[in-house]
């Protein structure tokens, strides 16, 4: 099956985007699950807190090209890259005649491709709001390319006219989980932006959202982060297992994205499609002043 997705789609894995931060880690033991903690909301409804990503090579993979045709023809066993152009393209601007299907997040059409084989591609309905953003969840290929996985409790957005929340009851991770959902039972699609900001912290500062084990300035990950940053004291948020300099320009930057995704009202968080736009544009960045420093040596 072949999923016609957007450039607004969170399936995007901060290390590939940014291989700032590609730096070789020390070995440590696995933390434990803070299972303790996670009566932040309804045991019955909350999981445990995920592991800790593992440390990734030195080596930095191309930038991935998104939404693009591969030029030699994948085997079945591999996924298809098609443009959003090419999916309207043979279903003919998704023409009814072509719909074999119809679930509770779209519309299924059967489609052939120019070499013979029928795919089935699924149209979603407006938004899909995931619920459970975490680092459990994103799952890496062999070329660092992020997936999302584990819808199970992901719901349609909003969609009707003019709708921008739905109430629901609240599912998700404690510590990810966005508060004013929490505290309101509305839901919309800048809850899985703040779950998202959640894990960019988790990503660089080595930390899970609770730590249990810490005194109580740095129980909460987000709070003894965001007072490190409005002291300037971006570095000491840093994981102290990465080893190599990073550039503070950068850093400050892609803090900048992270907290904007945390911000405690909904009104405040970007979109998520600012945010990848951003993160690609620090990507960009980056590898401009790599090649100068290349270049001066």
């Known amino acids: ?29 696995e933390d434990h699950v803070l299972a303790e903690h996670s009566n932040s909301l309804n045991s019955s409804e909350m999981r445990s807190i995920s592991d800790r990503i593992p440390g990734s090579p030195l080596r930095v993979p191309a930038s991935p090209s998104r939404f693009s045709l591969s030029s030699s023809p994948p085997s079945r066993n591999e996924p298809l890259n098609l443009s959003l152009e090419h999916v309207v393209k043979l279903t003919n601007n998704f023409a009814p005649a072509l719909m074999v299907g119809e679930g509770y997040f779209g519309k299924v059409y059967r489609v052939t491709l120019r070499d013979g084989r ?38 349609t957005g909003p969609t009707e006219p003019g709708q921008s929340q739905i ?20 839901l919309t699609i800048k809850s899985d932006v703040f779950s998202y900001g959640i894990l960019l912290l988790e990503i660089l500062s080595g930390r899970r959202p609770i730590e249990a084990r810490r005194g109580p300035t740095e129980r909460i990950t987000v709070r003894w982060a965001f007072n490190k940053y409005q002291r300037g004291n971006v570095r000491d948020i840093l994981d102290p297992m990465l ?9 400050n930057k892609i803090f900048d994205v992270a907290f904007q995704c945390v911000a405690p009202t909904r009104e405040d968080r970007p979109s998520m499609k600012e945010v990848v736009e951003r993160l690609w544009k620090i990507r960009r960045d980056y590898t401009k002043i790599q090649r100068i420093i290349e270049l001066t040596l």
């Open 243 to 251: 080893t190599e300099a990073v550039n503070e320009d950068i850093l």
């Open 167 to 186: 109430q629901t009851d609240v599912r998700g991770t404690a510590g990810y989980v966005d508060p004013e959902y929490l505290r309101t039972n509305y």
């Open 1 to 29: 099956m072949v999923a016609a997705t957007t450039a607004g789609m969170f399936l995007v894995c901060f290390e590939s985007l940014c291989p700032c931060f590609r730096s070789k880690r020390k070995d440590g033991s």
């Open 118 to 155: 029928v795919v089935a591609i699924k149209r979603a309905k407006k938004p899909i709001i995931h619920r459970d953003v975490k680092s459990s969840n994103i799952l890496l290929t062999e070329g660092f390319m992020a997936k999302v996985s584990d819808f199970g409790f992901a719901r």
